[in-house]
Every structure is written in structure tokens, then in C-alpha cells.
């Protein structure tokens, strides 16, 4: 289109050159002063040249003219001037109008440009009449229709051209959202890398804590009771210090085992795919054996069909919750119960140690990279994670009281499914 419209643009500098031509031979056949006819022409086309140059620099504001705005107007009111002085030296030179019509509707907004084109009239009516000495229908129709059909045309042209400087804005701005979509889209890729790296690392810590730190502090206990045994001497009962022993060893190779499958991030070696139950069941029987505390262990519902991330996270509940009685509760009895209901999961761990205060607890806050703190949120946000919660319950002299809650819907799925891929 933007071809069409140049074409139309240099066909109507054409004609005015033509035109002006034209009605300087005729003007000098009808005998009008020759320097003045020729002054006046190349002053008039010496005007257009220099508008139709400066239009160039705003290509869409106007196709024909000085450039955009008052500059135009100023412009045209010009040229119109030095046309006015050149019919009062020949009428023959009102043909000229047809080209001032058709920049008429270029410069000015319709009723101004109906206003401009009826005094142009008015001028080529008066000059016909001076030269023949009347005007007929005919002679007034003519030039109307000449006016309204040019008023028209350069209308239309300059709508044409509206449109496509829109049509280029649109274009433009469709390019510079589908480059913005890209970038975001690139962005949003690097953050999902950096999450995916954020959220292995807090699973390892995770790990690390609920089993091997948790083992680690296990042969410590032990250790140091088989030194206490050993320093005993031949008091000592060399049977208690063999089972000391043999708890340590294996309570080491389950944290080096342990410790292969953090690094490899597979399923705790607990679940060894007999199932939480199972899995629960042989942590409380050594737990029982190395604290010397009694423990019960209480199933409900169908346990089958939990999602290993399920597992995977009561199963370190269970763990860290143990570790915590061990070190913290000085009990004589821990009862875990694992409850299946149709939709959901529940985890409690209950045991009649010295309790604690879990608000004062949680005002301390987790003590970030030392000695304690780190169990119980972490417990709490790997729940949340999978869309369940940690709620604790105690108080000092009254036992501990953990109760995990797990959904078994789109989000334990959905967690299993990452970890798997
Ligand atoms: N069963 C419990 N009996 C008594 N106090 C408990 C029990 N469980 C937790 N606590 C108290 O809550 C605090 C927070 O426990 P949490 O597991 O968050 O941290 P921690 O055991 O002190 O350290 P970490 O688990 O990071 O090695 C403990 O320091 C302890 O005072
Ligand atoms: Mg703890």
C-alpha cells in the first residue's frame, strides 16, 4: 500500500509540473507579460519543489507539502498566493486549481479544507468571468465537480496512508511482545534451574539430618557407653559391651548405607519396598534396643498405595521425631500410629517424656548451620511441601504429642513424579 500511495504522491507532483506548464505556454499564447508569466511560474514551482522535499522528511504526515501542521498550512496558503497573483496575470492559469484542491484536503481537516477549496473556486469563477464576461452553468459546474472530486481523492489518500503508519505501530509492538516473551521466557527457565538446585539441596540437608546426623549421634550415645562399660573393667559385663558393640557396628553400616542413597537420592534404605509399615516397625525395634525406651507401634486402614514421597517423608517424620525423645524427652515410651483415612495420611508420635514449650520453641527460631533447631521446621516444611503440616503438641512435664498430616491427592502425586524424573 505504502507503494501505491508514493506512486499517487509523484503522479501528483507530475501534474502540477505539467499543469503549471501548460497554463504558461497558454498565458504566453494569450499574450500575458512573458517575464512576469515565467518569474511567477518558477516561482510557484520553485515553492512546491521546496515543500515537496521538506515532505519527504515526514513521509506519512503528508504526502505532498511542506511537512506536517502549521508548516503545511503556511505552505499551501503560499503557494495558493503566488497562484492568485499568476490568474491575475492569465486566467489561463486556472487549471492549476485542480492540483491546490487535491492538497487542500493534505493540509487542512475537512471543514477547512471545504472552506480553502470554495474560496479557490470563488477565485477561478471571478477570473473566468473577467475573461469572458459571464459564467455559465456549465462553466460553474465543471470546476465543482473538479473540486469535490479532488478534496475527495487527496482525503481518501491521506486516510490510506493513516492506516498504514497504524498497521506499522501494530506490527512493530507485536515484534516487541513476542521479543519480551521470549526474554521472560528465557528467565523463567533459569529460575526454574535455580529452584530445582535450591530444592535438591534442601532435600540433602534434609537427609543428612534426619539419618546420618541422626546415626552419627547414635554411635556416639553408644560409644560412650561402652566406654563407660570398658572403664568399668573386669566389673564390667563383657556381654553388655559386646551388644554395645555390635549396636554401633550397625548402626554404622546403616549410616553408610544411608549415606549412598542421600548421594543417589533413592528411597530410604527403610523402605526397602516392604512398605511404611514395615519400615516403621524395624526403626522402632532398634530404636527400642539402642534407648532402652518402650515403643508401639499402631496401624489403621489399608496402608497400600501410599506415593513413595509419602513414605519417604513420615518415614524421616518418624526419624527425626525418634532422635528429638532420644535426646531431648527423657521418656520411658513412645507409641507411633500411622492412620490411613480415604483422602489423607496421619502420622502421630507420642511419648510421656518432660514436654517443652513448642511457642517458646518456636520464638528461638532454627538455629541456622549449628547445634539444634533444624529438626522440627525442617519436618514442617518438607509436610508442606507435599501439601501437609506438622502440628506439635506439649508442654513442660506433660510428654510430646507430633501428629504429621499428609493430603494423598495431585500434590504427593505430582512430588513423586519429580522425584522420579
Ligand atoms: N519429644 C520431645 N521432648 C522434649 N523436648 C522436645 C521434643 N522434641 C523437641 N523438643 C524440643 O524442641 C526443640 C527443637 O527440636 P528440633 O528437633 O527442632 O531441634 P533439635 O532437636 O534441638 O536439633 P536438631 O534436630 O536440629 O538436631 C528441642 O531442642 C527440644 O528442646
Ligand atoms: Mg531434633
Redesign the pocket.
Known amino acids: 500500500m505504502e507503494r501505491a500511495l508514493r506512486t499517487l504522491t509523484v503522479l501528483q507532483h507530475v501534474l502540477f509540473g505539467v499543469l503549471a506548464v501548460v497554463c504558461l505556454a497558454r498565458a504566453l499564447a494569450t499574450g500575458a507579460s512573458v517575464i512576469a508569466s515565467v518569474l511567477l511560474t518558477l516561482t510557484l514551482l520553485g515553492w512546491y519543489a521546496a515543500g515537496a522535499r521538506a515532505s519527504r522528511r515526514h513521509p506519512a504526515e503528508s504526502l505532498t507539502g511542506a511537512g506536517p501542521g502549521r508548516q503545511g498550512v503556511v505552505w499551501l496558503l503560499g503557494l495558493t498566493a503566488i497562484w492568485a497573483a499568476l490568474v491575475a496575470l492569465s486566467p489561463e492559469n486556472i487549471w492549476l486549481a485542480f492540483s491546490l484542491w487535491l492538497l487542500a484536503g493534505h493540509f487542512l481537516r475537512p471543514p477547512a479544507a471545504l472552506a480553502y477549496a470554495a474560496s479557490v473556486l470563488a477565485l477561478v469563477l471571478l477570473a473566468t468571468w473577467r475573461a469572458t464576461g459571464s459564467v455559465t452553468v456549465a462553466g460553474i459546474i465543471g470546476p465543482v465537480i473538479g473540486a469535490a472530486f479532488a478534496v475527495a481523492l487527496s482525503r481518501g489518500q491521506v486516510a490510506l496512508a493513516r492506516e498504514g503508519i497504524e498497521r506499522a505501530a501494530l506490527v512493530a509492538s507485536l515484534v516487541a511482545a513476542q521479543t519480551e516473551a521470549e526474554t521472560l521466557h528465557a528467565e523463567l527457565a533459569a529460575a526454574q534451574r535455580e529452584s530445582g538446585v535450591l530444592a535438591e539441596r534442601t532435600r540433602l540437608s534434609r537427609d543428612i539430618?534426619d539419618t546420618l546426623?541422626q546415626g552419627f549421634s547414635s554411635i556416639l550415645l553408644l560409644s560412650r557407653a561402652a566406654g563407660a562399660a570398658g572403664a568399668a573393667g573386669a566389673a564390667g559385663d563383657p556381654a553388655t559391651l559386646t551388644s554395645l558393640l555390635g549396636q554401633i557396628e550397625r548402626t554404622a553400616a546403616a549410616n553408610l548405607d544411608e549415606a549412598r542413597r542421600v548421594v543417589g537420592a533413592l528411597a530410604p534404605r527403610d523402605l526397602d519396598g516392604s512398605g511404611l509399615a514395615a519400615a516403621l516397625r524395624r526403626i522402632l525395634d532398634a530404636f527400642g534396643e539402642e534407648s532402652g525406651i518402650r515403643t508401639d507401634l499402631r496401624i489403621d486402614g489399608d496402608p497400600a498405595g501410599l506415593p513413595t514421597t509419602a513414605e519417604v517423608a513420615l518415614l524421616r517424620t518418624t526419624q527425626?521425631?525418634l532422635?528429638?525423645?532420644r535426646?531431648?524427652?527423657q521418656?520411658t515410651r513412645v507409641v507411633v500410629s500411622l492412620s490411613h483415612l480415604d483422602d489423607s495420611v496421619r502420622l502421630d508420635i507420642v511419648?510421656d517424656?518432660?514436654?517443652?514449650d513448642?511457642a517458646a520453641?518456636r520464638r528461638r527460631g532454627?538455629v541456622s548451620g549449628g547445634?539444634?533447631?533444624?529438626?522440627?521446621?525442617s519436618t514442617r516444611a518438607r509436610l508442606r511441601e507435599l501439601g501437609g503440616d506438622l502440628s506439635v503438641e506439649?508442654a513442660p512435664g506433660e510428654g510430646?504429642a507430633l501428629t504429621a498430616h499428609l493430603p494423598l491427592g495431585p500434590v504427593a502425586a505430582e512430588g513423586d513424579r519429580e522425584r522420579v524424573g
Open positions: 539430618h546426623a527425626g521425631a532422635a528429638n525423645v535426646r531431648h524427652a521418656a511419648d517424656g518432660i514436654g517443652f513448642p520453641d532454627p547445634a539444634g533447631g533444624y529438626g522440627l521446621p506439649s510430646t
